[in-house]
């Protein structure tokens, strides 16, 4: 048994409409808004680095499970890094300087490369570490808005990527907000989906580092359409319902549904398949996309709006670039 004592947010104050980006990118606002669905996002400083706004959502993660549960930074066991790869660093551990600048003396700390089901996954892990730690801090960032190309016809479709961090307490004696089950899959077809080369080894076989990273794709812009869809609407149809049935539920008792931000259509294609109200699944378009954080701000707009009481079934379902899709089960209270 393991349960989710706490978690911490942090999202940077520069907010970032349709209308900022409209120019660059060639899209109107309205078609921004009403099809990639968003119509703000947060984006940080150029200075302000991603293992800084992990620190900020952990030590507001950390205050909370020290009131409620008496675990402060000296009882963490571990410290999952399970955000971004676009790190302060490349080729680089942001777990452990994390683990630093909180003051955490003891255990260990690394880092998970799951891309947007990050968090998803580390609620499974964190679950499931037996004998190694009793208290995990998951922790998650993404400054990502800044490797967006906003002119770039073949990744228009990554402009609600945007910046901020998130934490979540798990704790193996915690008796309340029970982690249930989970479920996984990925399709290896598009591992070329999203690239950076900037940050890999292959840039130095192609003439070496040349200005700032962007993100590229690897596969032909409608062949990715085409059949990304599809398999995307199927694997995260098949993870959630997975996860509901191995925790011992069926998928029209979710209470609250929080998917990663998508495509306006495709999110509510989901929570139709699904027969769920669309009210029980929050649509981050205030947000944009943060990463795997698109969990723990789901949560937080949950609790905000009521839609999580004593013993409700709540369910994280994530898709990552890669391509993974990922669904965790909880039970709240």
């Excluded at 306006?264 to 294609?269: A, G, L």
Aim: glycine share 12%.
């Amino acid at each position: 048994m393991a349960g989710l004592v706490s978690y911490g947010l942090y999202l940077p104050s520069r907010i970032v409409t349709p209308d900022d980006v409209a120019s660059t990118s060639g899209i109107p606002p309205e078609v921004i808004v009403e099809k990639q669905g968003w119509r703000s996002k947060r984006v940080s400083e150029k200075g302000e680095m991603p293992t800084e706004m992990a620190v900020k959502a952990s030590l507001k993660a950390l205050e909370e499970s020290s009131r409620k549960a008496g675990i402060g930074p000296g009882d963490i066991d571990a410290v999952l890094y399970v955000g971004s790869e676009f790190k302060d660093y490349g080729v680089w551990m942001a777990a452990t300087k994390i683990q630093h600048d909180l003051g955490i003396n003891r255990g260990f700390a690394f880092d998970i490369t799951a891309m947007c089901v990050g968090m998803v996954l580390g609620l499974a892990l964190a679950k499931r570490m037996d004998g190694m730690a009793n208290n995990v801090l998951l922790v998650a960032a993404s400054k990502e808005s800044y490797l967006v190309r906003e002119g770039d016809k073949d990744t228009t479709w990554l402009l609600d990527f945007a910046d901020g961090a998130s934490a979540v307490i798990v704790s193996k004696g915690y008796p309340r907000n029970k982690i249930l089950e989970s479920s996984f899959m990925s399709d290896g077809r598009f591992y070329g989906a999203v690239v950076v080369k900037d940050l890999g080894a292959v840039r130095l076989a192609e003439g070496g580092y040349q200005g700032r990273p962007y993100f590229e794709s690897l596969m032909d812009k409608k062949e990715l359409k085409e059949e990304l869809g599809p398999k995307s609407r199927e694997a995260f149809n098949r993870v959630i319902r997975e996860a509901v049935e191995l925790s011992g539920y069926s998928v029209k008792e979710i209470d609250l549904l929080v998917i990663n931000h998508m495509k306006r259509s495709f999110h509510y294609k989901l929570v139709e398949d699904l027969g769920i109200s669309p009210e029980r699944a929050p649509y981050l378009e205030d947000y944009g996309h943060t990463q795997s954080s698109d969990m723990v701000i789901g949560l937080d707009i949950g609790l905000r709006k009521g839609l999580v009481e004593e013993g409700s079934l709540i369910v994280f379902a994530s898709g990552g670039t890669g391509f993974l899709w990922g669904a965790t089960a909880l039970r709240w209270g």
